[in-house]
């Protein structure tokens, strides 16, 4: 049995996609607790149900934000005997929290809003309006500083998507607060709630149901494994290959193990010094899997295995 692993991108062995944008987390997490405090502030001065969805979503994210530095500091342990792919699955469990949550405050989002449908009161559009606006600006600054990182890392584009949805909730509060000073009608800071809520549901879905993908090892995306099994194939020497596997550790490690039937005489493939380093080296420069693990077999010894074979 062979396995190949590969790190890169200049960061410390064991650490995650992540781990890069640690930095621009902490300071996503500061303008996150920073515009809150603001927002909560201006929801009781103003009265405005919006105003503290909006409050509420921003708290949803400074608990997803820290949730995902913490889980990205548990990621970069180091593999140990009784945890032999370390602790990067934190990560994963962490973008679980993060869709959870923000599925809770999408509801609660919703259901106040109805309540208020019925009771409208007075609110002071003014403070509601400028709180708005500054919750606006710092969302689209934490949506710059998260853009690059949410295509590599489940846990952060778990953050990103909770701004997100914050910067469209914010975006209604502001349309809200400019109805209200228009035309006096109150209901619209409701369904401002309301529209906070229903933009939550959909992206915490998103990211729970890529979550449970990974929990329940389905096939990492962008591997297709009939392709995999040709090119695995196609290598001189190789007969058959059956229990072949695919799954994701955490965001950016996909993982791939087989079993490969050669001929007694099998010759290298990929310009490799043998047949276990071609099969490592042709997964690795054709589908991007530098964790891969191979059982080699002579052709006889498929009829001694008594698992099903895939």
């Known amino acids: 049995m062979g396995a190949g692993h590969g790190h890169g991108h200049g960061l410390p062995q064991g650490a995650t996609a992540s781990y890069a944008y640690r930095r621009r987390m902490q300071q996503v997490l500061v303008l996150i607790v920073v515009v809150m405090l603001v927002q909560v502030v201006g929801a009781y001065l103003s009265g405005s149900l919006a105003l503290l969805a909006d409050a509420g979503h921003m708290l949803a994210d400074g608990l997803g934000v820290t ?118 009608w109150v209901r619209a800071d409701a369904l401002a709630s309301m529209l906070i809520g229903v933009l939550i549901l959909p992206r915490a879905w998103m990211l729970l149901r890529e979550v449970l993908d990974v929990l329940l090892e389905a096939t990492p995306k962008g591997v297709d494994l009939k392709e995999v099994r040709h090119h695995i194939m196609d290598l001189p020497g190789v007969v058959d290959v059956h229990d072949l596997h695919a799954w994701t550790i955490t965001s950016g490690v996909p993982v791939l193990s087989a079993h490969v039937v050669i001929t007694d005489s099998a010759e290298p493939g990929c310009g490799a010094d043998s047949v276990l380093d071609g099969l490592h080296e042709c997964l690795a420069g054709h589908f991007d899997i530098e964790h891969s693990t191979f059982q080699i077999e002579p052709q006889g010894h498929v009829e001694h295995e008594h698992a099903g074979h895939a």
Do not use: C, H
Not at 106 to 132: C, D, F, K, N, Y
Not at 143 to 162: D, K, P, W
């Open 67 to 184: 949730l995902a530095l913490v889980a990205t500091a548990i990621a970069a342990k180091p593999a140990n005997t009784t945890r032999t792919f370390g602790w990067q699955r934190a990560e994963i469990l962490a973008a679980l929290t993060n869709g959870v949550v923000v599925g809770v405050i999408g509801v609660l989002a919703i259901v106040g809003g109805v309540r208020r449908l019925g009771e409208p009161g007075e609110i002071e559009t003014g403070i509601m309006l400028v709180v708005s606006i500054v919750g606006l600006l710092a969302n689209v600054v934490a949506l710059f500083l998260l853009r690059s990182g949410q295509r590599e890392s489940l846990n952060v584009r778990g953050a990103y998507l909770e701004v997100m949805g914050d910067t469209l909730g914010s975006l209604a509060v502001v349309s809200a607060a400019i109805v209200i000073m228009a035309t006096g």
